[in-house]
């Protein structure tokens, strides 16, 4: 599979993605990016966002393994909150009004720089959210990645295989895994 890099000179974060994904950070689903909102409801902005989308309606994604289900699209989001505490990092990673005991946290080492992950899901009205959640706090920054599969079931879809989303689950984890953040210990 062929990739391309992104590179943000400012803080340092460099990931790898599939050419075939778009790469738009104002990409967005029915159900918002979960580390872009702040505890007062506001967003902050997403410094990339890279991914797939399909259109809502039921023959959305009419083309390649995917045609005709439930996919609404996949994301890979990334952030910086400068000048932030390590609280409120973390505090990022929680889902709002979700019950936190269907939310595993663990802690993983990517390229040298341990961070928080959370793994969980949300849905809301007929969409759904299938989020791994990742932050870590590093020279008073809060680095924060959110790789999300978002699903739709309007329209009579036929639902994903496991196999299909276990697909799309390990390009999301590979994107992840490339992630490098340079220069802040």
């Not at 590179?7 to 790898?16: L, R």
């Not at 023959?59 to 952030?79: A, R």
Request: hydrophobic residues 35%; glycine residues 12%.
């Amino acid at each position: 599979m062929k990739l391309k890099t992104y590179h943000d000179p400012q803080y340092g974060v460099s990931f790898q993605y599939p050419t075939a994904w778009t790469a738009d950070p104002k990409m967005g689903f029915y159900l918002l990016t979960n580390i872009l909102i702040r505890p007062n409801g506001f967003l902050d902005d997403a410094l990339m966002k890279v991914g797939l989308k399909g259109p809502m309606n039921p023959d959305h994604l009419d083309h390649g393994p995917y045609s005709g289900t439930n996919l609404d699209g996949i994301e890979f989001v990334y952030t910086v909150l400068p000048q932030t505490k390590a609280e409120s990092c973390y505090e990022r990673l929680k889902y709002d009004g979700v019950d936190e005991d269907n939310h595993k946290q663990t802690n993983v080492v990517i390229h040298g720089v341990e961070f928080t992950r959370v793994i969980g899901g949300d849905a809301g009205l007929g969409h759904g959210a299938d989020r791994d959640m990742y932050g870590a706090y590093r020279g008073g920054r809060c680095y924060l990645f959110e790789a999300g599969i978002h699903t739709w079931n309007g329209g009579d879809p036929k639902f994903m295989a496991s196999k299909q989303i276990n697909k799309l689950r390990a390009q999301l984890t590979a994107v992840m895994r490339s992630v490098k953040i340079e220069g802040q210990k």
